[in-house]
């Protein structure tokens, strides 16, 4: 800055002298001015190629501003560079990885365009990249819950991952699981894992468990039958010993019998496509019916029944799995309430949908124990629950069923002060009594 002043300073002297002997003054000083900004342009001319030329020059060689701009343009240039190196450098260690990784990556844009994807893609779903750049993942894997999958995940929450299991289109015998997170404003990235293997394993497991219920069910049967006689056969006071040694083997055998039931449910509930039956469920009379089955089952316990229901609420759905589900709950809160305790039930609208709630006044479940009731046999208190009966799958097939209908079970309970168990079903199976009498009646 300081020698462009200098040199201004030079010019402008000389032009006043020249100016002053000439008698010339403005003349000398205007062609001083040319001069001086034709001889700046030219070095701002060679500094514009210079910043334009693509491939690595020295830069020209000038002082003052233009040559300071050079140089600091020339670090800047440097800078970006190195950046640029470096960012490809991270570029091709992130290909490598995912490369590298047994799971399909595929990154996806806001329209869900395939932006890349790594070489597993190809084997798992078809997808060849760079050729399929652009595409959109429906247009090149049709298939009907990808669709669906794909419209619920727009409009999630970045970082909200979402998980599918379908067929892969590349080979039948093999099982995909999805997951799909969204990160920034609109990225996606798909991720596909090859779980053959667990599925296989479960499906194992599942028709296991099917077929060695079939086969108990029958002996069973045929033992509670010999049982059931023998205990009739044994009516002498001196038999009273042998009487109650039967009773107890009935008592384990009608456990053993509901034990098996309830797996095959489980097992049913597992290997079946989600509820084909769709029909209107009349929640109000089905708990009221629930409630006179569950004052049997109360007896001399006397339990205090308390009913709010919205009789206009019905929901779409199956009525038996239905059923089953919400009377396992009651009939729970009957066996864990103790004697004149109270029991109500809930059934209301609000803006997250349909609620169910079941509430007693029982002994109370503890925090750690919450996050595994729904897990198969997993028990409180391992010996009460044997005393009362109970198979220990209930709450897995209480869990499943809420599933199939896209409901969700929710566990609040404090020890000593009694538990909640909460349905709540979704606002697209509500259904309203009187738009179904007019749908009727049309």
Partial sequence: MNQDIFRISIVLSVALLVGYLSDHMALTLFAGYLAYAYWESVLLSRLLKWMRRKRIANAPEAEGLVGAIAMQYEDLRDHHRKQKRRLASYLKRFKEATQALPDAIVVLGLNDEIEWANSKSGDYLGIRYPQDRGQRLINL?????????????????????????????????????????????????????????????????????????????????????????????????????????????????????????????????????SQSVREPVRIPDLLRSIVVEARAISGILKHD??????????????RNQIYSAISNVIFNAVQHTAEHGCITLRWFNDSNGATLEVIDTGEGISAEHIPRLTERFYRVDRGRSREKGGTGLGLAIVKHILSRHQARLEIESTPGVGSTFRFCFPNALILHKGLIEARSLS
């Fill in 141 to 273: 894997f049709r298939h009907p819950a990808l669709v669906s999958f794909m419209k619920e995940a727009r409009g999630k929450n970045p970082g909200i991952e979402k998980s599918l299991e379908l067929v892969s289109p590349n080979n039948q015998d093999m099982h995909l699981e999805l997951r799909l997170i969204s990160y920034g404003d609109s990225g996606k990235l798909l991720v596909a894992r090859n779980v053959t293997t667990i599925f296989r394993i479960s499906r194992m497991r599942t028709d296991f468990i099917a077929n060695a219920s079939h086969e108990l069910r029958t002996p069973l049967t045929v033992i509670s039958g010999y049982l059931e006689s023998f205990e009739d056969d044994f009516t002498e006071e001196k038999d009273k010993q042998m009487r109650s040694k039967i009773r107890q083997m009935r008592v384990q055998a009608e456990r053993m019998r509901r034990l098996i039931e309830d797996l095959l449910k489980l097992s049913t509930l597992e290997t079946t496509e």
């Fill in 305 to 318: 029944f308390q009913l709010e229901l919205d009789e206009g609420l019905w929901i779409e759905g199956d």
